[in-house]
Each structure stands twice: as C-alpha cells, then as structure tokens.
C-alpha cells in the first residue's frame, strides 16, 4: 500500500501543480487490491494543494473505510464504478474551467467527440480517421445516483465521463496512464474552447 500511496501522492503533487483543486474540489484514487477491490481515496473536504500523512484513506468495495486517515471522498462511489467495470488502476476527479464549460456546451448532445487533434493519440487512437469520445452525464447531488448514471455510461474503451457543471473524472490502467489521459482531455476542452473562441469571431477570416 505505500507504493500505491507514494504514486498517488505524486499524481496529487503534479495536478495541484496544475492548479486543477480549486476549493477542496477533486478527488484521486488508485487502487490496492482486486479480490478484494480495495483502493486509496483522497480524504473528503481537504485542501488538496496540500501534503499531509491523513491525504488518502483505504476504502473496501462499498466506500467503508479501512483505516483512519478521514472521511472517503464523497464521489468515492464513482471511483468505486470505475473499478469495478473495467481494468482501471487508478482514477482522478478534477473540476477545471474548461472541463465545466465543455460539459454545459455539450450536455445536450450528450457526448463530445474529438477527431484530427493529435493529442487523441494520448488515448491510443492512432488511426488517421480516428475519434475520442467522452460522454457526458447530468450532475446529481444524490451521489449513489450520480454514480449510477456514471456506471452506466462505463464501457471497456471509455476512459472519461464528464459530469455536467461538476468536471471530469478519467481513469487509466496505473497513474501514469490515468494522469495522460487527464491532461489530454484538458487539453482538449481548452483547443475546443479557444477554437470556438477564435471562431466567434471570424478570427480565420482575418487571418
Ligand atoms: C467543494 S466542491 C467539490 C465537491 O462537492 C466534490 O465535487 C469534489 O470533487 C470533492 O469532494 P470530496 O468529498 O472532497 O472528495
Ligand atoms: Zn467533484
């Protein structure tokens, strides 16, 4: 478990780094066991741009928790999805601008589908005509609903969900992977904001 630990405390370090916990919002997880599923989880309502020995807290596959570090993050039932439906090893919550935006644009198509940014290769679609898409789902404040309407758009090849005015929550097969994926997406919505942005107002035009 203090591998584990250590790694999340690294990713934890590079996301504050990116100022992407604003308000003690976020919540990061990686997990420590399969059979049974046990994970670490960022402790609920901490200021996460800070480092302490009580940051996460091991959590059994019902969000109990296992040691005494503090209260699981409240979105820990998300985290808990994400295991349990796919391969996951790690998975992060993060609310920046741009994912919150994104998710308010396209909250009616119900998904955002990128194609012909290279940075989709962060995901392995390499393909010339190749797409990412991140659906997105409405936000509730009843978090066991919250994180049924995120398991249910869980398949094999999805790695984000973003949850409507609320942010993104990613995974990946280990941190590194899952902290790929992440800055991907960011950079994604940040393109897709500046492009619609530039668009508005006819910046090609007088180019
Ligand atoms: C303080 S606003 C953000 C929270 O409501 C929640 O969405 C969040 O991401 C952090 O909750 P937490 O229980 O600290 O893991
Ligand atoms: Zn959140």
Redesign the pocket.
């Given at each position: 478990m203090i591998s584990a630990w250590n790694e999340l405390a690294c990713v934890k370090r590079e996301l504050a780094a990116r100022d992407w916990f604003p308000?003690?919002?976020?919540?990061l997880s990686i997990k420590v066991s399969n059979k049974p599923l046990t994970c670490l989880?960022?402790?609920?309502?901490?200021d996460?741009y800070k480092e302490t020995e009580e940051d996460f807290v091991l959590v059994d596959q019902d969000g109990k928790a296992l040691t005494e570090q503090g209260?699981p993050?409240?979105?820990?039932v998300i985290h808990l999805e994400v295991y349990k439906r796919t391969d996951a090893g790690c998975s992060l919550?993060?609310?920046t601008l741009d994912n919150n935006l994104i998710s308010e644009l396209y909250a009616e198509k119900g998904s955002i589908t990128f194609r012909n940014v290279e940075l989709i290769k962060a995901f392995g679609v390499l393909d010339a005509d190749g797409e990412l898409t991140i659906p997105i789902v409405e936000n509730f404040a009843d978090l066991p609903t919250l994180g049924k309407v995120v398991g249910e758009q869980i398949s094999a090849d999805t790695k984000a969900i973003l949850i409507r005015n609320?942010?993104i929550t990613v995974w990946g097969k280990n941190a590194f992977e899952a902290k790929r994926h992440l800055e991907a997406c960011e950079f994604l919505f940040s393109y897709q904001m500046k492009l619609l942005h530039a668009k508005a107002l006819n910046l090609k035009e007088v180019l």
């Open positions: 308000g003690t919002s976020g919540n989880v960022t402790v609920s309502g901490k996460k209260k993050s409240a979105e820990t919550h993060v609310h609320h942010g």
